[in-house]
């Protein structure tokens, strides 16, 4: 990262252990590059690993070590394009509907057993599986304010979309939740958009124009955070 004259480097959150990151950090302060743990989909911030990860940052205080926050993390409903793509993996429309049920109604505690013991046996499809597993590792359902003792430490944010239909606020509800937690923080990184639903959407599907929509939302939201 320092070679190629970045700013920061990222890692995903319980990546490296605790003795690593003591060992990591006095070297990216030598280089001058900030190593960034994203925490993101379903981690929870009571979770043991991120608790100790988050711990860690306080105890070492550098300005060189601090959390990617990516908004995975705080989703209010399942994005359209994926609840179709549970459809156009091999679920029936009955089996669709009683797993974003699942999803809606349980904990993440509750809805882990149900994927593995239940769906992930019965698959119909490669496909389906990715996405019976994306439900329990990427669609988080914490909420913003769940991690507002970990704010401070925000260095870097990710705004993961699926897809731009805003339905429910699905988008810019926790955006703009997030956008405020982060001002009253004094934060002044960078919001990256990143598209997570190219994974299933079809080969037509225009990228730049997904990417360009996000960021209209996104300034919305800001500007409603404003």
Sequence with gaps: AAELGAKFARLGLGFASLDEL??????AEQLGVTLVLEAQGTQEVNASPVKENLELMRELNSPNLGLLFDSSLCMKVLPPSFIEALGSSGFSQGEVEELVDAWT???????RPVIFGKWLPTSPSTAATSLLLSLVTRMGKSKVSDWAEAM???????????????????ISGPTGELIEALQQQGFDGYLTSEWGGHEWATTSTPAFEMTRSHKELIERSFNLAH
């Design 22 to 27: 003591r060992e990591i950090v006095p070297i």
């Design 105 to 111: 109604r349980l904990s993440l505690g509750e809805l």
């Design 152 to 170: 401070p430490l925000v260095k870097g944010v990710h705004l993961k979309f699926w897809d731009t239909d805003d339905i429910e606020g699905a």
